[in-house]
């Protein structure tokens, strides 16, 4: 029987695009449904009925919530092309926790550069370099965060990119001159087909953020 796999996502999700660009490294055939986050579908409420947020990966009709946990499935379910977690255990952990630290840091540091004002943003502006130089530590010389390939924290870290043009210009930031070495690795990144193809560009995003910091009176 011929797996069904659906995503619940919405186009702007750095973590939907986690999901997007797991499948399409793995040449995954699947079901894409764009969500309104404004009136959430029933299916969507159904599927992940603790958090109803996106993305919401369905597997035969089984549903894996939460973006980096719909990743690791992906990885273990189709597991015989490009693997994204490496297979040794300690290697394995220290990605996961790269992949834990994108979650916990890059995301809210990155909200607050353009949705907060003054002493707020200049200390996010701060930890915000901070973390993306601690990022490029771990990088090191490799290609990728996996190594000559893309791994489970290149496709954790680098949906955030595509922020990145709100991020520098309402947070008054230049990244590539604080982390050179991180731009660099983003721009390699983005020469890969699985993740070129699944996620928006720079631009798209850009309006995105000026329609929703218009929405909240943040202009």
Known sequence: MADEVILLDYWASPFGMRVRIALAEKGIKHEYKEEDLRNKSPLLLQMNPVHKKIPVLIHNGKSICESLIAVQYIDEVWNEKSPLLPSDPYQRSQARFWADYVDKKIYEVGKNLWTKKGEEQEAAKKE???????????????TYFGGDKIGFV??????FYTWFKGYETFGNINVEKECPKFIAWAKRCMQVESISKSVPDQDKVYGFMVEIRKKFGLE
């Open 128 to 142: 915000f370099v901070e973390a993306h130089k601690l990022l490029e530590q771990e990088l090191g010389d490799k």
């Open 154 to 159: 290149d496709v954790a870290l680098i949906p």
